[in-house]
């Protein structure tokens, strides 16, 4: 089989796959999220912690809850990583240098997931399980439980109240993420992926030097890293290392996996706001915005310009051959338009085009379909954009779903879209002013500059992954990549959170021929031209001296 | 009934007929010209920054004049000039949108001449005057007014009845009747009585009369913005923000490529990229539409209103005078078994000669054009007694002394007349009475005519079937609506069966029938706690509470004080049809504003096309691939994206002053048409323009 058949077939089993699973997950998702009905277990939880289970918050405290639960998550982290000599199976590994220690505890918590560590060298086992491991699940709880907060928003009328933060997360964490990610660990052990507490074998290869070979509970962590898109890999390698993802097969199912619950999102969102059509448009923008990326991506890597890669029929750097070009540019495709940040290749050598498409994902604001909750958050965002500008040339003070976008909708949606460039282009632009902070890199010209430009991009994005080729474990890079994910992740949820509490306090206006159809072809297009043009607009000088550049000649 | 249904002078209602569109007005070179001086004045920064993102091109430019100054440069002193220009191009929007207003306003003062009021005092009791200043009176004050004498202030009529000449508010040069109780009580300060002497009760504290807030209103003096407005400017300042963040953060990045850029340069990128078409020419879209209501002689107590109007769901339009004709209407003559037509409306024409409401005269229109009867003139026939219509007998008629007897002709309600019938020796057929029927179930009214000759029996000759008629175009126009999405609900008086009837024939999507004030206070708030917006107009006191509670009130000016208070807006014209054009202005400034705001921005990408490769093609000469304008030089592309920038914001004056085309369709039709024309086309338009510009620019040494 050539490989772009082999290519096409990964491709067309994706989506189709994806579109199987998109109505009964998305489904489930919303069940799960309105439901009244508590298990016996969560009862129990509840009562453990204190919470009462039927009552629903207002917008301050659910965001109070939420900042909360963060805070100790990434308290816990930390301290966790500094005693990490005194835990069992450290594997004698020494504590983590308090920058780096900081910048990881947020890196996860944020569900970014950037990793200035080299996990095989760095973590020991309790520190990946405990803490890793359970902020992958929880990072990707809190996404989901604030996009909840924003579908009830457009759901709910004239209450302040936009559900339970503690019955969210425990819903999300018992019902969707551990079931599925418990299923999946055992299809990728039995594919090859490994699962044991061992430490390092040392072995001799053929050539005759010493290797030392890792082990560790590899394969359930690696499941919630693509299903709650964080990305952060038990190794250094991340998902091109053969313990992480032995084959073709796995690589396949992990795209799908990173993929499988954001994509399934709009279904949920359609199902809650009771007009499945709305979900259908909002995946269609999704969805278009994959393909073409991905269509794009593997042209680049495929027709790469040079007499070397045309030789070896592509960009192959930096690949792994069991995954080949096609099974790499969707990978990077969907890590990118995700907030996984997962790779199974080297995103720096990417083709200058291939770069550019990974970093352009990314500065969509992850939204194709995105992180897990955050990437229908975001899209949603932009549709209240889009439908503002699009509802005053139909004439009405533009309302979506029912909801009049007046001043105050405006300010948090405009707020929202401001936070995320402004993180990266001023940590780009600060960067660059310092001459200190620019010796850290390792190549000059535009694809330096690209270095960095995606450092700020995928740490404020919360994505995770890098480009490599600067040395980020610098206090300094620690620090300021530490802020542009605690930023780029919580100052975006308060602004849906009051969103949502403000749509909430709304009686919705009936639809009316009047009122703009957010179902149809037509916005759909509308809303992707928003996308492109907001997103493009804001980028695209800083682009043009990156990739940019870098591609033409 | 209703008060609301007020007949409507009949030449106001046949120009009501001819569909209005929201039509354009003209932009007057002058009015440029004279706003100069004002848009000049706005320059005072404590005034511009009320606009961010013009504030921001303003402080832009005192950046690049002092750089112009310190190293001077063709290319930077041409930046430096049209960096000015945008900014008084912006405000020059704004002052002739102020400017039209202005020229009313002035029209308007000269009513409100000091005028001399003579105050009763102790009325009722005494009637004693004392003269005062106009200005002294006070809220309750009673005044007295006598022909030829100015009305001092606003106030209800308490005693008499007085024609008054409103042309200086309304325009209307015809004299008007203002009467004691009743929904035409209302006067204005500084109309002239006429005729008559009545005393008004002083409504208004001074200064605060109606013509004073008519001038604040055209003169913009106390606009306010709008919660959309508010919306938008948000959503500017935030692109504006995100924008200067951009350009600053694009600096350390440039001078790593080794390409640092100048200050002119920098700040020319932040003027092309922020959006200053929509920002320059916000305000001047939002005084314009008020403007356009004031030139439609509607006054709009707030902008809120009128962004209101265009939000509307539903409208309460009440049949007399909008829907129908302000009267029923003679239709045809029905005779009974055995009597001749001819015969039949020759009574019905003697009976209604000395009837002198509409109804009677529309029976001898009909007698003379449809039997070509001659109307006789009263005088003509002699030995007549005219029998009035009285509220006990309910007919009217003649009594002739003829040769053969006294000839009696009665008509009236079916029920009367079968009475005087049967009181005189006769019966009414079954057919007669089949005909009564089948004309109330049409929705129409029934006039049974009968007649007595000498000692004969009297007999029923037939009926008269009166009938609401539907102004011409008005189904046209509620087909428009309901494609706009827009609910009509007809309120009348009649009774349901008659209300049915009209509702059907007019088109509208429901109706209210045996209308009480509550009933139509009741049905307001139902719509609205779904979540509706209602517009309504109305006349009289009370109509007041639903004039408040509706979100659109269009009170009628000859309407009462208080209906004038409670609602948003006052129709010069009193012309109830206008609701209409009320909601389309009200649509039309919003598309304006959404129209310009794409344009803007979608502007933004072919300024990218000129200016990124101008600033970093020489250090990236791939970058050059990028100039697909095929600019001449980089200078050339800079100065002619920000001489485009600010000559589309003079080009694009006229379109905000009097707004985009609006045609009443549907939401998916006016999206598509829009984003066509705005969105695609202002993609395309800069990409021309810039080429045109630089085309000339080129030649300019020093910007080659």
């Known amino acids: ?438 010796a850290n890199m390792l190549n000059t010209g535009a694809h330096g500059f690209s270095e960095v430009l995606y450092a700020f991009t995928s740490a404020a994005n919360n994505n995770g992954s890098a480009f490599a080729g600067i040395t980020v474990t610098s206090p300094w890079w620690d620090t300021a990549l530490g802020l542009a994910m605690v930023f780029g992740r919580f100052l975006p949820i308060v602004f849906v959170l009051a969103l949502a509490g403000s749509l909430a306090q709304q009686q919705p206006v009936p639809a009316t021929k009047g009122t703009l159809p957010t179902h149809k072809p037509l916005f759909v297009g509308l809303l992707s031209g928003v996308v492109l043009i907001v997103v493009g607009l804001t980028y695209f000088p800083a682009l043009a001296l990156g990739p940019i550049a870098e591609g033409l000649h | 009934m209703s008060s609301t249904l007020t007949p409507v002078p009949v030449e106001q209602t046949e120009t009501a007929q001819q569909p209005h569109r929201v039509q354009s007005g003209l932009l007057d070179p002058k009015l440029i010209v004279a706003a100069l001086p004002d848009a000049c004045k706005k320059l005072d920064p404590r005034v511009m920054i009320k606009n961010p993102v013009m504030f921001v091109v303003e402080v832009g430019s005192v950046v690049t004049t002092i750089d112009a100054i310190a190293k001077p440069s063709v290319f930077a002193w041409a930046i430096t000039v049209w960096l000015w220009l945008t900014v008084i191009f912006a405000n020059l929007a704004e002052a002739v949108a102020e400017g039209r207003g202005k020229a009313q306003a002035d029209t308007l003062r000269r009513t409100k001449t000091e005028t001399m009021a003579r105050r009763l005092v102790d009325w009722p009791a005494s009637q004693n005057e004392e003269e005062v200043a106009g200005t002294e009176l006070r809220l309750g004050d009673h005044v007295v007014i006598e022909a030829g004498q100015i009305i001092p202030g606003d106030g209800d009529v308490v005693e008499g009845v007085a024609s008054v000449d409103e042309s200086a508010i309304t325009g209307e040069s015809a004299p008007v009747i203002r009467e004691s109780g009743g929904d035409r009580s209302a006067v204005t300060g500084g109309t002239k009585v006429l005729s008559d002497r009545i005393v008004v009760k002083i409504a208004s504290e001074p200064g605060k009369s109606f013509i004073d807030r008519m001038i604040a209103l055209v003169e913009g003096a106390s606009r306010q913005k709008t919660p959309n407005e508010i919306a938008l400017n948000i959503l500017l300042a935030s692109l504006t923000i995100v924008f200067l963040v951009t350009v600053a953060a694009l600096q350390p990045m440039a001078a790593f490529a080794g390409a640092p850029q100048t200050l002119i340069v920098l700040v020319s990128l932040v003027v092309a990229l922020i959006p200053t078409t929509i920002g320059a020419l916000l305000s001047a879209i939002g005084i314009a539409g008020m403007d356009r209501l004031v030139q439609r002689n509607v006054l709009a107590m707030s902008g809120r209103a009128v962004e209101a109007a265009g939000d509307v769901n539903t409208l309460l339009l009440d049949k007399t005078g909008t829907i129908t004709l302000g009267n029923r209407q003679a239709a045809e003559f029905l005779p009974a078994q055995g009597v001749d037509t001819g015969e039949l409306a020759d009574a019905a024409q003697l009976s209604s000669l000395a009837d002198e409401t509409p109804e009677g005269r529309s029976i001898v229109v009909l007698a003379k054009t449809e039997y070509g009867l001659r109307a006789r003139a009263q005088g003509e026939l002699e030995h007549a007694t005219w029998v009035p219509f009285t509220a006990q007998t309910r007919m009217s008629g003649v009594d002739l002394d003829e040769a053969d007897g006294v000839h009696q002709v009665r008509k009236g309600a079916a029920g009367s007349i079968t009475r005087w019938v049967t009181e005189n020796g006769g019966t009414v057929g079954a057919d007669v009475a089949e005909l009564v029927d089948g004309i109330s179930a049409a929705g129409g009214t029934p006039l049974v005519v009968a007649s007595k000759i000498g000692n004969a029996p009297a007999r029923a000759l037939g009926v008269i079937y009166l009938k609401d008629v539907v102004k011409e175009g008005m189904k046209e126009r509620f087909d428009e609506l309901r494609r706009m999405g827009i609910k009509t609900i007809m309120i009348t008086g009649d009774n349901p069966l008659t209300a049915k009837a009209i509702a059907e024939e007019a088109g509208v999507d429901d109706f209210l029938a045996e209308a009480t004030p509550e009933d139509k206070m009741a049905l307001i708030k139902k719509e609205q706690e779904g979540g509706k917006l209602v517009a309504m107009t109305g006349d009289g006191t009370n109509d007041a509470p639903a004039l408040a509670q509706a979100d659109v009130g269009v009170a009628m000016n000859t309407g009462t004080m208080a209906a004038k208070e409670a609602g948003n807006m006052v129709d010069l014209d009193s012309n109830p049809t206008k609701l209409i054009e009320i909601v389309e202005i009200g649509k039309q400034l919003l598309i304006t504003r959404g129209a310009l705001t794409t344009f803007s921005i979608a502007n933004d990408v072919a300024k990218y096309f000129a200016i990124i490769p101008a600033m970093f093609a020489s250090v990236y000469p791939g970058l050059g691939h990028l100039n697909i304008m095929a600019l001449h030089s980089p200078k050339s592309a800079i100065t002619s994206a920000i001489i485009f920038n600010a000559l589309v914001i003079i080009g694009l004056i006229p379109l905000a002053l009097r707004g985009v085309k609006y045609r009443p369709s549907d939401a998916s039709s006016l999206l598509r048409r829009n984003i066509g024309i705005y969105g695609i086309g202002g993609l395309i338009v800069p990409f021309i323009g810039i080429k045109l510009i630089d085309l000339i620019v080129q030649f300019i040494p020093g910007l080659r």
């Open chain 1, 1 to 438: 089989m050539s490989s772009t058949l082999a290519g096409w077939l990964q491709a067309l089993a994706l989506v189709g796959a994806l579109a199987l699973c998109y109505r009964p997950l998305g489904d489930y998702i919303a069940k799960l999220l309105t439901t009244t009905k508590h298990l016996a277990a969560e009862r129990g939880l509840y009562k453990v912690i204190g919470v009462d289970g039927d009552a629903d918050q207002r917008w301050p405290s659910y965001l109070r809850s939420l900042l909360a639960f963060s805070a100790v998550s990434v308290l816990f982290l930390y301290l966790l990583q500094r005693v990490q000599s005194h835990l069992m199976l450290s594997l004698g590994f020494k504590a983590v240098n308090p920058h780096g220690a900081w910048n990881t505890a947020i890196s996860f918590v944020t569900n970014t997931n950037w990793q200035d560590y080299s996990g095989e060298a760095t973590m020991g086992h309790v520190v990946q399980m405990v803490g890793l491991t359970v902020q992958n699940f929880l990072s990707a709880a809190v996404g989901i439980a604030v996009v909840a907060t924003l579908i009830r928003g457009f759901t709910r009328s004239k209450t302040d109240r936009v559900g339970n933060f503690w019955v969210d997360i425990t819903r999300i964490s018992f019902r969707l993420l551990l079931p599925v990610s418990i299923v999946l660990a055992l299809v990728l052990v039995a594919n090859g992926a490994i699962q044991n507490f061992h430490g390092f074998h040392e072995l001799s290869t053929l050539t005759g030097d010493s290797q030392s070979i890792p082990g560790g509970p590899v394969a359930s962590q690696e499941v919630i890293k693509e299903l709650g898109t964080n990305g952060g890999g038990f190794f250094n390698a991340n998902s091109a290392h053969p313990f992480e993802n032995p084959t073709g097969f796995t690589n396949w199912l992990e795209i799908f996996l990173l993929l499988v619950i954001s994509f399934s999102l709009p279904r949920t969102f359609g199902k809650m706001v009771g007009d499945n059509r709305q979900g259908y448009a909002i995946v269609s923008v999704m969805a278009s915005f994959w393909v073409a990326s991905a269509a794009l991506m593997t042209f680049f890597e495929t027709h790469p310009a040079g007499v070397a890669l045309k030789a070896a029929g592509g960009a192959m750097e930096g690949k792994e051959v069991r995954f080949g070009l096609w099974g790499t540019s969707l990978f990077a495709t969907s890590t990118t338009l995700t907030s996984t940040g997962a790779v199974n290749g080297m995103h720096d050598s990417l083709t200058p085009g291939g770069g550019g498409v990974a970093m352009f994902d990314m500065m969509l604001g992850e939204i194709a379909p995105g992180g897990t909750g955050s990437g229908l958050y975001g899209m949603l965002i932009l549709a209240i954009v889009a439908v503002f500008v699009a509802g005053l040339m139909v004439g009405r003070t533009p309302e979506y779903l029912g909801k009049k976008l007046g001043g105050r909708e405006m300010k948090f949606a405009s707020l929202y879209i401001l936070t995320t460039p402004l993180i990266v282009l001023i940590g780009t632009g600060v960067a660059m002013a310092l001459g200190g902070e620019r």
